[in-house]
């Protein structure tokens, strides 16, 4: 279960990590994030990341795939299997959608490939610390229940009929949409405004992705609950 809450709790500055062995390409990302006032800390190598997520605490990262010591996939799952919980933007080169699919499927949080858009990766970093955020808010009851799935906001623990789930941080966002919208059709465009908080460029994979991923979660081996509508959409429901 995810057990890791966004340090950032508001008026500091946001605190970012860029890990990229082209210090061409650290020095100019870090420059623009510096510019939107975010404290940036950097990393040519994935021991130097470990280390400084150890003592610097960032509030997102960005990771290149390609690292001298090993890859940022290898990375993000020594963090993912020790409980850390951090968002992570993968940044590549590579642009095949097995390449896309394997980043996320060990806890990327979102990508862009190279050559890319400095507004755009700007405006996916603050997607990812906004999401982050929303769902450490405290509320006056922090635990969703539908049926026999449970979702603690404060805690981020996720458990179906006791049994504790491990989400990322976006799996987590997504199923927290849903398990607010019980019984209800949500679109694909609905899903990407609310939990992407970005305009996706209609890469509507990505919703379908994600939610391969919570069903196999939550469903596997058990009575379904997340519902896929043809042509609608998707929907939460108690199993019958």
């Known amino acids: 279960m995810a057990t890791q809450t966004p340090k950032n709790g508001g008026g500091d500055k946001i605190r970012a990590l860029v890990v990229d062995d082209e210090e061409s390409i650290t020095q100019l990302i870090a420059m623009a994030l510096r510019y ?3 404290h940036v800390d950097t990393a040519s190598t994935g021991q130097e990341a ?3 997520i150890r003592t610097t605490s960032p509030d997102v990262a960005v990771f290149d795939i390609m690292l001298p010591d090993f890859d940022g996939m290898q990375l993000l799952s020594q963090l993912r299997s020790s409980g850390e919980m951090l968002p992570v933007l993968f940044l590549t080169a590579l642009d095949s959608v097995e390449d896309r699919v394997n980043g996320l499927t060990v806890g990327g949080d979102d990508y862009v490939t190279k050559p890319f858009s400095l507004e755009e990766l700007i405006a996916r970093l603050r997607g990812l610390v906004r999401r982050s955020q929303m769902t450490a808010a405290l509320q006056p009851d922090p635990v969703l229940r539908v049926g026999d ?3 603690n906001e404060d805690s981020y623990e996720v458990e179906r009929a006791g049994e504790p789930l491990t989400v990322t941080n976006t799996e987590f966002e997504l199923l927290r949409y849903l398990m607010r919208n019980p019984n209800r059709v949500l679109s694909k465009a609905q899903i990407l405004d609310r939990v992407w908080a970005y305009d996706f460029s209609g890469k509507s994979t990505v919703v379908e992705l994600y939610v391969s991923y ?12 997340l519902h896929t509508v043809r042509g ?3 929907m939460l429901k108690p199993a019958n």
């Open 36 to 38: 939107e006032g975010w």
């Open 50 to 52: 470990l280390e400084k």
């Open 149 to 151: 799935l449970t979702l």
């Open 214 to 225: 919570l069903r196999k979660k939550i469903d596997t081996g058990r009575p379904t609950m």
């Open 232 to 234: 609608a959409g998707y």
